[in-house]
């Protein structure tokens, strides 16, 4: 079956990094998205990988290892406007995404 | 912005009824999804369509129904709505022609099935 593996739940505290994990099995791969879904609204995109290495848009980065099956995502200088699930998801070999369920990230003052 | 509307955005039916969900693209976006997000599940593809009455299944595609007669709308039906279909519906399109873009999400759907 296909799996993809985060954290349930992480804290970190404002003016901080935090760096969030996910791992993958899928059939196939066609690149890693992540996104950022505040509380009761949509998924908004962050970053799309499908190369190994490591993609930086300002205080977000995420890097891929595809032999590793690994991904995370990197926020530094973490606001609390940060507070917010952060959704990996992979497109598999059929072009559909296969998504985690997510990393609920707390951020203290 | 992707010009992304979904209505209702929040439905109580009950168990037995027929519900249709509706979502409505602004810029002619070849990619519509339908997804449902429930606690503690990643989201969970429907169905989707490539084109105007070009559909396919997804992952939880029993007990849905869709239809795509113009490019901008893609209907969700539930032919007969159960409480285990309650949960938050989410639309997405793909802005570019390929099936690897980037997908957006429309604002979502509350539905509650008693």
């Known amino acids: 079956g296909q799996n993809i593996d985060q954290p349930t739940e992480m804290t970190a505290t404002e003016g901080a990094i935090v760096q969030i994990n996910c791992t993958y099995q899928?059939?196939?791969?066609?690149?890693l998205f992540w996104y950022q879904q505040h509380a009761g609204e949509a998924p908004t995109f962050l970053s799309y990988?499908?190369l190994d290495g490591l993609e930086e848009k300002g205080r977000f980065s995420s890097f891929l290892s595809r032999s590793k099956g690994y991904s995370y995502l990197l926020l530094k200088e973490l606001q609390m406007k940060d507070s917010a699930s952060y959704l990996c998801?992979?497109?598999?070999?059929?072009?559909?995404?296969?998504w985690g369920a997510g990393t609920k990230l707390i951020i203290k003052p | 912005d992707a010009g992304i509307t979904q209505s209702p955005r929040h439905k109580v039916t009950e168990t037995g009824t027929p519900v249709t969900l509706r979502c409505h693209q602004t810029e002619n976006h070849r990619y519509m999804y339908w997804y449902r997000q429930d606690p503690g599940h990643g989201l969970r593809l429907i169905h989707y369509s490539y084109g105007v009455k070009d559909t396919d299944k997804g992952e939880v595609s029993d007990g849905y129904s869709v239809s795509r007669s113009k490019t901008e709308d893609f209907l969700l039906t539930l032919e007969s709505a159960t409480s285990s279909q309650t949960s938050v519906y989410f639309c997405a399109i793909s802005q570019g022609e390929r099936e690897t873009d980037t997908q957006y999400f429309g604002p979502g759907t509350r539905l509650t099935v008693l």
């Open positions: 990988n499908v």
């Open positions: 899928t059939s196939g791969f066609n690149g």
């Open positions: 998801a992979v497109l598999d070999s059929n072009y559909q995404l296969i």
